[in-house]
């Protein structure tokens, strides 16, 4: 192999005192490095030890210089030993992270100090087959894919037979969620590549949770996204890290991305929708409530819980830069505004019904008509009024 393709050792001694990272050794034949692969770690050293002789012998194999690098969260579990060792002839850089954790951050930070043409992601469990990963390098490269996934989902694609259905639901299910933000089968994969350059072209990662591909299938705009069929595989050692923690996680991962895809819409189109979701609460509170109380202390009691759990899930959601003011001063204000909304509900509904010849005999018609409005003054209140943010003095 010619001295520009040949391995670069990249392997270093995690030093005594556990930086949160290591220093890039030095190396005249790093611009020549097609591709990085980046392995974010917690507690994954016994499978390590089997995965990075794998990535070193298909990458040699397909004529692709490279590096590996590792970032671990701090695991202490060995993992710098089994670097170490296997760093002596493969190109291996070991990142460890002391203040930070995470897997979507951790693959950030790998691709922050990665320096190869291509980027590409892998968990370290051994799910994913590094023998596929020349075909994604070459499905990037031959193609004019943005982004390329090893995917379970497409013709050929596999996951392994030990999975359970709640296991293939979740997954399934997981995907329909993604579907608007791309087109893409197996938007939830953790094995992929996407160009350095594409990568660079985002001007915003806020990822939560695992799913950094979706997240940066959308925040670099990939339009073309290719996919790979690979099989899909449980992990060799330890425990997955698949919580209850971490799929809620991934819904309020999906609430960012939806907010940012949305863009100046988001807001308005929230509001409406916490507004629905107020409306069961006041039926149902109404229903339940009508069994022990009148008509009257019901209805007044059902009003009160709705508006109430539309003020606590817009202050969390559609107003949430707006957290750290007064939550006493907002909640009065907000009531205030419902009920100046209700009123021009009221008074566009009724002037729509008596003035408007048309509306005349198309009373819910003039009805939505109120609603519209009345939700939209509100609307306007509560973003210039109620959740406004004091200016710093």
Same mark, same amino acid.
């Given at each position: 192999?010619?001295?520009?393709?040949?391995?670069?050792?990249?392997?270093?001694?995690?030093?005594?005192?556990? +930086?949160?990272?290591?220093?890039?050794?030095?190396?005249?034949?790093r611009s020549a490095i097609d591709v990085s692969i980046i392995i974010p770690t917690y507690h994954e050293a016994p499978n390590l030890r089997e995965l990075?002789?794998?990535?070193?012998?298909i990458l040699e194999q397909a004529g692709l210089a490279g590096e590996i690098l590792v970032v671990d969260d701090n695991s202490q579990d060995g993992i710098?030993?089994?670097?170490?060792?296997?760093?002596?002839?493969?190109?291996?850089?070991?990142?460890?992270?002391?203040?930070?954790?995470?897997?979507?951050?951790?693959?950030?930070?790998?691709?922050?100090?990665?320096?190869?043409?291509?980027?590409? $992601?892998?968990?370290?469990?051994?799910?994913?087959?590094?023998?596929?990963?020349?075909?994604?390098?070459?499905?990037?490269?031959?193609?004019?894919?943005?982004?390329?996934?090893?995917?379970?989902?497409?013709?050929?694609?596999?996951?392994? *037979?030990?999975?359970?259905?709640?296991?293939?639901?979740?997954?399934?299910?997981?995907?329909?969620?993604?579907?608007?933000?791309?087109?893409?089968?197996?938007?939830?994969?953790?094995?992929?590549?996407?160009?350095?350059?594409?990568?660079?072209?985002?001007?915003?990662?806020?990822?939560?949770? &695992?799913?950094?591909?979706?997240?940066?299938?959308?925040?670099?705009?990939?339009?073309?996204?290719?996919?790979?069929?690979?099989?899909?595989?449980?992990?060799?050692?330890?425990?997955? *890290?698949?919580?209850?923690?971490? +799929?809620?996680?991934?819904?309020?991962?999906?609430?960012?991305? &939806?907010?940012?895809?949305?863009?100046?819409?988001?807001?308005?189109?929230?509001?409406?929708?916490?507004?629905?979701?107020?409306?069961?609460?006041?039926?149902?509170?109404?229903?339940?409530?009508?069994?022990?109380?009148?008509?009257?202390?019901?209805?007044?009691?059902?009003?009160?819980?709705?508006?109430?759990?539309?003020?606590?899930?817009?202050?969390?959601?559609?107003?949430?830069?707006?957290?750290?003011?007064?939550?006493?001063?907002?909640?009065?204000?907000?009531?205030?505004?419902?009920?100046?909304?209700?009123?021009?509900?009221?008074?566009?509904?009724?002037?729509?019904?008596?003035?408007?010849?048309?509306?005349?005999?198309? *009373?819910?018609?003039?009805?939505?008509?109120?609603?519209?409005?009345?939700?939209?003054?509100?609307?306007?209140?509560?973003?210039?009024? $109620?959740?406004?943010?004091? *200016?710093?003095?």
């Amino acid at each position: 192999m010619c001295p520009a393709r040949r391995w670069t050792i990249l392997a270093r001694q995690v030093a005594e005192s556990r +930086q949160s990272s290591l220093a890039v050794l030095a190396d005249p034949n790093r611009s020549a490095i097609d591709v990085s692969i980046i392995i974010p770690t917690y507690h994954e050293a016994p499978n390590l030890r089997e995965l990075l002789p794998r990535i070193v012998t298909i990458l040699e194999q397909a004529g692709l210089a490279g590096e590996i690098l590792v970032v671990d969260d701090n695991s202490q579990d060995g993992i710098d030993e089994v670097c170490a060792e296997l760093g002596k002839q493969a190109p291996i850089e070991l990142l460890i992270r002391t203040e930070e954790r995470g897997l979507s951050s951790a693959v950030v930070h790998g691709m922050q100090h990665a320096t190869g043409d291509v980027l590409l $992601v892998m968990d370290a469990d051994l799910s994913h087959p590094p023998e596929k990963i020349p075909e994604l390098i070459e499905a990037l490269k031959s193609t004019d894919a943005d982004f390329v996934i090893g995917s379970r989902y497409v013709e050929g694609g596999e996951v392994d *037979k030990n999975w359970g259905l709640f296991r293939w639901f979740n997954s399934k299910a997981s995907t329909l969620l993604a579907w608007p933000l791309t087109s893409a089968k197996d938007p939830m994969a953790g094995f992929f590549a996407i160009r350095r350059s594409r990568f660079e072209s985002a001007t915003f990662l806020d990822p939560v949770g &695992y799913k950094i591909g979706l997240e940066l299938m959308v925040k670099c705009v990939c339009k073309n996204v290719a996919e790979v069929p690979i099989t899909f595989q449980d992990r060799l050692h330890g425990e997955s *890290k698949l919580t209850l923690r971490e +799929q809620l996680n991934y819904l309020r991962h999906l609430y960012r991305l &939806y907010e940012y895809r949305l863009g100046m819409l988001a807001r308005p189109l929230q509001f409406p929708m916490v507004g629905c979701s107020g409306m069961v609460i006041d039926l149902t509170a109404f229903t339940l409530l009508g069994r022990a109380l009148s008509f009257d202390p019901a209805r007044a009691l059902g009003i009160w819980l709705a508006m109430s759990w539309n003020f606590w899930l817009n202050r969390r959601l559609t107003f949430s830069h707006a957290r750290g003011e007064n939550p006493l001063r907002q909640y009065i204000l907000f009531c205030l505004s419902c009920r100046v909304g209700a009123l021009v509900n009221l008074a566009v509904s009724s002037g729509l019904f008596r003035y408007v010849e048309f509306f005349a005999d198309a *009373k819910l018609l003039a009805a939505v008509c109120g609603i519209v409005a009345g939700t939209a003054f509100n609307y306007v209140l509560s973003d210039r009024l $109620v959740f406004r943010v004091a *200016k710093p003095k």
